[in-house]
T-cell receptor
Framework: DAGITQSPRHKVTETGTPVTLRCHQTENHRYMYWYRQDPGHGLRLIHYSYGVKDTDKGEVSDGYSVSRSKTEDFLLTLESATSSQTSVYFC?????????????FGPGTRLTVL | KNQVEQSPQSLIILEGKNCTLQCNYTVSPFSNLRWYKQDTGRGPVSLTIMTFSENTKSNGRYTATLDADTKQSSLHITASQLSDSASYICVVSGMYSGGGADGLTFGKGTHLIIQP
C-alpha cells in the first residue's frame, strides 16, 4: 500500500461522539487526501491537503474537519459522529510534480456509527 | 456536471474466459483516464493510466482502450484468474488549475467475480 498506513482499521462508535482517523505516510509526498466509499456512490473526496497546514474542502466535507501539522500525518475528525458517516474511509497520497492525477491509496478504515 | 458511468455493475465469468468492462464519461476538458483494481477490504490499486493522445495501454493480462472522441474506455481482461475477482474503478481526470481537488471523477465500479 505504497507506504501508507491508516489507524484504526476498524472502529465502532456511538452517535454524537468525536472520532479521529489517522493517515500516516512514509513517502514524503506533498498531497494527501481523505475519501469515503459507500455502496452505490463510489469514492467521494472529503478533504485534501497540499502541504503542512494547507488544506481544502472536497465534495462531501460537511461534518468533517482535517489537520496536517506534519508532512507524514493527515488527520480526519468527525466532531460529532452521525449514522450517515458510517462508511469506509480511504486516505490517498500523491507524489510530487503530478498534482492530482497519480494517487496511491491506503488500506482503509471501516467506521460504524451506531 | 462531470460524470463517469461504468457497466456492467457486476459480472460473473468462468476462470480462463475473457471479459470487457466499459466506462463512459462526460468530463471535459479531459486530461487522463485511469483504471483501478480494488480487492475486497483493500484500497484501490492503479492498473493503467492513459492521456487523451493514447488509445491503448496494457499491463499484463489487462488492456485498456480509450476513445477520446466518443468519451469511452474499456478494460479487457484476458484469460481470467481467480485473483481477478475484484471491483474495477474508472477514474477520469479533468483539467484543473492550481492543483485543485475537483479534478477527479470516480465511477461506481464494476464488481467482477471469477468462478472456478
Amino acid at each position: 500500500d505504497a507506504g501508507i498506513t491508516q489507524s484504526p482499521r476498524h472502529k465502532v462508535t456511538e452517535t454524537g461522539t468525536p472520532v479521529t482517523l489517522r493517515c500516516h505516510q512514509t513517502e514524503n509526498h506533498r498531497y494527501m487526501y481523505w475519501y469515503r466509499q459507500d455502496p452505490g456512490h463510489g469514492l467521494r473526496l472529503i478533504h485534501y491537503s497540499y502541504g503542512v497546514k494547507d488544506t481544502d474542502k472536497g465534495e462531501v466535507s460537511d461534518g468533517y474537519s482535517v489537520s496536517r501539522s506534519k508532512t507524514e500525518d493527515f488527520l480526519l475528525t468527525l466532531e460529532s459522529a452521525t449514522s450517515s458517516q458510517t462508511s469506509v474511509y480511504f486516505c490517498a497520497i500523491s507524489p510530487p510534480g503530478q498534482g492530482f492525477n497519480e494517487q496511491f491509496f491506503g488500506p482503509g478504515t471501516r467506521l460504524t456509527v451506531l | 456536471k462531470n460524470q463517469v458511468e461504468q457497466s456492467p455493475q457486476s459480472l460473473i465469468i468462468l476462470e480462463g474466459k475473457n471479459c470487457t468492462l466499459q466506462c463512459n464519461y462526460t468530463v471535459s476538458p479531459f486530461s487522463n483516464l485511469r483504471w483501478y483494481k480494488q480487492d475486497t477490504g483493500r484500497g484501490p490499486v492503479s492498473l493503467t493510466i492513459m492521456t487523451f493522445s493514447e488509445n491503448t495501454k496494457s499491463n499484463g493480462r489487462y488492456t485498456a482502450t480509450l476513445d477520446a472522441d466518443t468519451k469511452q474506455s474499456s478494460l479487457h481482461i484476458t484469460a481470467s484468474q481467480l485473483s481477478d475477482s475484484a471491483s474495477y474503478i474508472c477514474v477520469v481526470s479533468g483539467m484543473y488549475s492550481g492543483g485543485g481537488a475537483d479534478g477527479l471523477t470516480f465511477g461506481k465500479g464494476t464488481h467482477l467475480i471469477i468462478q472456478p
